[in-house]
Structure formats: C-alpha cells, structure tokens
C-alpha cells in the first residue's frame, strides 16, 4: 500500500475555488488508481473522481465541470481542483489509491485500499 496524504482544505465561499492535493509515498513504482472520496456530516462517503494512470478520469454527476482531477507522476502528487464550490460540496475529502486499473467489469471502481485521513472543505 501507499501511504497518501491530503492538504489544501479550508473554508471558501459559494463560487469560490480550492485546490486539494494528495502526496503519495511508498510503492509508488507501481501503476494505480487513484481517487478522491468525500464524506459530509451525517452522510455517506461518496466517491467524486478517478484518475487511471495514463490520465483518463471520471466524475460524480454532481461535479462534473465543476472539479478537475490530475495528477503529477514526477512529483507524486494527485491534486482536484474545485471550481464554482457550492455548499453541498462541503466535508471531508480523502485521497484515495489502488494497484491497477480504473476500470473493472462494473465500470469505474469504487473500492479503493489506500486512504488518506483527510482534509476539510467548508463552503458558506
């Protein structure tokens, strides 16, 4: 496993922007997925974005032209932009990992074994 590490949280108004970013370490010579979940309070976690490693993502509908997930490999850095940040996107944003492929016989995976702890995103 990897071990992620999430910054770049804080308080925004409605409208405004953030960036999240995710520092990976660990077993990073190997190819993963890697993702982002959020969980607001008194809601489920819930996924928001994907990214394979050659640099295909996808979205939650609810963010979509909203967010951008990327990715420095060099750097070991996953990062989502927020843009246009609304109050339900309030919560606790994880960067999340896993060896392997995006895309399973399901469609864009769910199940993610490395977690980050997180970091805080309050929109007003």
């Known amino acids: 496993h990897v071990q992620l590490v999430e910054s770049g949280g804080g308080s925004v108004q409605a409208g405004g922007s953030l960036r999240l970013s995710c520092a990976v370490s660990?077993?990073?010579?190997?190819?993963?997925?890697m993702g982002w979940f959020r969980q607001a309070p008194g809601k489920q976690r819930e996924w928001v974005a994907a990214?394979?490693?050659?640099?295909?993502?996808s979205y939650t509908d609810s963010v979509k032209g909203r967010f951008t997930i990327s990715q420095n490999h060099a750097e070991n850095l996953l990062y989502l932009q927020m843009n246009d940040l609304k109050s339900e996107d309030t919560g606790t944003y994880y960067c999340?990992?896993?060896?392997?492929?995006?895309?399973?016989?399901?469609?864009?995976?769910?199940?993610?074994?490395?977690w980050g702890p997180g970091t805080q995103v309050t929109v007003s």
């Open positions: 990214v394979d490693f050659e640099g295909s993502a």
């Open positions: 999340v990992a896993e060896v392997g492929l995006c895309i399973d016989s399901f469609g864009w995976r769910r199940e993610f074994g490395s």
């Open positions: 660990g077993a990073t010579d190997m190819r993963y997925c």
